[in-house]
T-cell receptor
Framework: SQQGEEDPQALSIQEGENATMNCSYK?????LQWYRQNSGRGLVHLIL?????REKHSGRLRVTLDTSKKSSSLLITASRAADTASYFC????????????FGTGTRLTIIP | EAGVTQFPSHSVIEKGQTVTLRCDPI?????LYWYRRVMGKEIKFLLH????????ESGMPNNRFLAERTGGTYSTLKVQPAELEDSGVYFC??????????????FGPGTRLLVL
């Protein structure tokens, strides 16, 4: 079955710096999504990028998608302490109501 | 609008006991999904309901797991008997029915299950 892998597994940066996380997947996709999980909380949807898109922005978030390399990156600019969380990519292989296949996650720590 | 809620938030049980997890999706969401994350590994899909029907249960690990969604509203996930390897965080998510489009899945806070 398809499995996403993310790197790095853990990342610590100073507040104000940019954080980049990468995700790779194995099969063709319809879209790729990024989620954030704060400690002890549920998953929060951040952004969705479709397979025919190459880049998408939302506030301080920038997502890129390279379907030829089956990879995506999430860039968080001007990081804040509140960005400390685990970040997961998730792929969807079909339209609409299909299940999500998640990556292993990156644990991001922002040092004040 | 209320989000997805899950109960209990934590559960500690002994091996061989039974535990039932509950998920209340967002009102009006026909899709309901169960996922779990075991021992810090990736989050894995368990099953998918469309209203009260099981659309995809390919991720259910074995017959010790039983999910129901009577009436197409809330769902329960029962583990009987629980084994040590069942420990982890169980997430529920819901979304609107989509026809040819991607609808966001909204996740609950999860139930942390520890089997001793």
């Amino acid at each position: 079955s398809q499995q996403g892998e993310e790197d790095p597994q853990a990342l610590s940066i100073q507040e104000g710096e940019n954080a980049t996380m990468n995700c790779s997947y194995k099969t063709s996709i319809n879209n790729l999504q990024w989620y954030r999980q704060n400690s002890g909380r549920g998953l929060v949807h951040l952004i969705l990028i479709r397979s025919n898109e190459r880049e998408k922005h939302s506030g301080r978030l920038r997502v890129t998608l390279d379907t030829s390399k089956k990879s995506s990156s999430l860039l968080i600019t001007a990081s804040r302490a509140a960005d400390t969380a685990s970040y997961f990519c998730a792929t969807n292989s079909n339209f609409g109501n299909e299940k999500l296949t998640f990556g292993t996650g990156t644990r991001l720590t922002i040092i004040p | 609008e209320a989000g997805v809620t899950q109960f209990p938030s934590h559960s500690v049980i002994e091996k061989g006991q039974t535990v039932t997890l509950r998920c209340d999706p967002i009102s009006g969401h026909d899709n309901l999904y169960w996922y779990r994350r075991v021992m810090g590994k990736e989050i894995k899909f368990l099953l998918h309901f469309v209203k009260e029907s099981k659309q995809d249960e390919s991720g259910m690990p074995n017959n010790r797991f039983l999910a129901e969604r009577t009436g197409g509203t809330y769902s329960t996930l029962k583990v009987q008997p629980a084994e040590l390897e069942d420990s982890g965080v169980y997430f529920c998510a819901s979304s609107r029915w989509a026809s040819g489009a991607q609808e966001t899945q909204y996740f609950g806070p999860g139930t942390r299950l520890l089997v001793l």
